[in-house]
C-alpha cells in the first residue's frame, strides 16, 4: 500500500494493536448519528503511525484503553479529482453485530455504510451553498437573503456557520454579517441598508465553500410610487372641507368660484407707529437747563 499512492504512509513494524474507535464531533463531511461507537468491539491494526500527506477529514480516532491519540482510524479525502475513505483496521463486521446486540437492528450500521459508499460515489458538481435572493429590492422592500449549506454528502447541514460579505459598489464599504438558522434555511436581514448597488459572497466560517450574488436596492421616493390622482379620495377631501373639485377642463369655474367666494376678499391691514421727535428725555432736559442758565447769566449781567 505505501508504494501503490501517494496519499498515506503506514510504519511497518510487523506487530499489531486493537483499537477501540472515537468519534471525532466536528467530523463535517455528512452527518454520523445513531451510532454508539464507543460500545464497538475494537479493531485489529498495524501498531505505528499513520502518516497521512494529502489533506483529509477524521472521522473515528484510535483509542486504546479509554486514551483518544491523534492516529486515524477512519477519515475520508480528496485527491486527484476522486473520494477516498481509508479504514485502518479490521474486522469491521463485529461493528455490524454490536449494533444488532445494541439496537435489535442493522439500520444504523448499515445507513451509516450507505452514507460512506454514497460520499465516495458522487462526482456530480453541485452547489453546497444555494441562495435566494431578489435582483431588485424597493427601497421600503423587506430585503431578505436566504441560504442552504449542504455537506459534502449533500445533507442539510444545521449547525454551519455561515455569514455575508457585503460590498457596496458605490463607495467600495464592507460589511460582514452572519447569517442565523429559521425555519430549516439560513437567513440575513439587510433592511435599511442605503440604497445602491452591491455584490455579497456568502461564505462558511471553517470551510473553504463560498456562494455569490448582487442585487440593487432603489431609492424610494413616495410620490413616484402614485402616478395618477385618486378622485374619489380627493372629492372626499372636498366635500368634508366645504370645497369643491375641479378638472383642468374647469379652470375658469374654479376661478369664477374663487373670486365670487367671501372667503378668499382681499383684506388690507395697516399699522401706525407714534413715535416722540426726541427719545432721549435726559438730553432734552439738558437742552432745555442749559438754555435757562444761559439767559439767567445775560439777565444778571445786564446783557438782557
Known sequence: MNQTQDYFKQTITNQTENYQPSLNRNYGTFIVENLDFNS???LKSEFGALQMLVPHETLLYKSVNGIITDD????TLEADATKHAILNGEDIWRWRAQTFLNTN???GFDEFINKLVQYL???KKRKRINIDYKSFYNGNDDVIISAQYFNKNFEFDNSASLSIVLKNKDDDS???IPLLLNNGNYTVDLSGVNAGLYDFTIKHNSE???ASGSFQILEYNVEQQFL???ITKLK???ETSSGSAYFPSQIDEMISALISDNRYKTIQKGTKNIVPLIDWKYLLGLIALSLFIEWFIRKYNGLI
Open 174 to 176: 464592507i460589511r460582514e
Open 228 to 230: 395618477n390622482a385618486d
Open 121 to 123: 460515489s458522487s462526482n
Open 208 to 210: 473553504s465553500v463560498t
Open 105 to 107: 437492528s442493522f439500520n
Open 236 to 238: 372626499t377631501i372636498a
Open 72 to 75: 486515524v482510524l477512519l477519515a
Open 40 to 42: 464497538f468491539p475494537p
